[in-house]
């Protein structure tokens, strides 16, 4: 806190809560280490986790280039909440038996790809690790079955589309737009350049959106791996929005070739 000098303190979205905030910091996620210091957790042993701003800031969603605080008093108990992204990027390992608990960082986005190439490299855990224990996944964590969502080896992904309805009046909502497919990327897992809008229009009292998830960087296609957490992340409801966009419901998905073919297509 002593720490932020050039930033203004400013209350949070939802005045329900006393969250603490802070603005001026920019709206480049990539470059918050150069406003906000790294902070440890240090734990009962005297071990600690060094938590970067993406693991204790969560972006404010009313006010542009603001952040908070992802660790809250709860209410009048004595303890203290953690909000979810403490573990952002972080493999979380339970030891029930030895009442112990391990972190391992890495990116999550890429963590089922590596570890489902033949041969790729071990991932090492790194100086954040608290506690050993087996670096190998359990079957249950496995991602939803490919046959699932009907994803064909032999097939390429250049593409993932899908529509969307908020329940959010739109004249609200289309200023904030960009801001919206940020978090949508933070959601899935990938880069914010991967996501792009092809549609949106007013329907009565919500809005309508339609999205593009395309390959990153200079790759052609998306790997299945990927595709599955996208769809099923979406499919499956497991986005969290904030409350200033409204919950979503989703009206379709579709996957499209590299070859722009159209593949697979699944209605709700």
Request: negative net charge.
């Amino acid at each position: 806190m002593k720490e932020l000098h050039s930033l203004k303190p400013i209350r949070g979205p939802d005045p329900n809560y006393n969250d603490i905030c802070f603005s001026g910091a920019g709206s480049d996620i990539s470059q918050q280490s150069s406003t906000f210091p790294a902070v440890e957790m240090v734990f009962g042993n005297g071990q600690k986790l060094l938590l970067s701003p993406e693991n204790y800031l969560f972006r404010h969603s009313k006010v542009h280039g603001a952040y908070c605080l992802g660790i809250f008093q709860n209410g009048k108990d004595p303890t203290t909440l953690l909000g979810g992204i403490v573990v952002r990027n972080t493999l979380v390992f339970y030891d029930r038996e030895n009442s112990k608990i391990g972190f391992w960082k890495t990116n999550c986005s890429e963590l089922w790809e590596r570890l489902h190439v033949d041969g790729a490299p071990p991932l090492a855990p790194s100086s954040s690790y608290v506690n050993n224990s087996s670096t190998e996944m359990p079957p249950s964590m496995a991602p939803t079955d490919q046959q699932h969502y009907g994803l064909p080896d032999e097939k390429k992904i250049g593409q993932i589309t899908f529509e969307m309805m908020l329940n959010v009046n739109y004249s609200d909502l289309k200023l904030h737009i960009s801001e919206l497919a940020e978090f949508i990327a933070q959601e899935l897992g990938i880069n914010s350049s991967q996501v792009h809008m092809l549609n949106s229009m007013e329907k009565g009292n919500a809005s309508y959106i339609e999205w593009d998830v395309v390959p990153s960087g200079s790759a052609d296609c998306i790997s299945n791996v990927t595709a599955i957490s996208i769809i099923a992340r979406v499919a499956e409801y497991h986005m969290q929005l904030p409350d200033t966009f409204g919950s979503y419901h989703l009206i379709n998905w579709e996957i499209k070739a590299a070859a722009k073919r159209n593949i697979f297509c699944c209605w709700f």
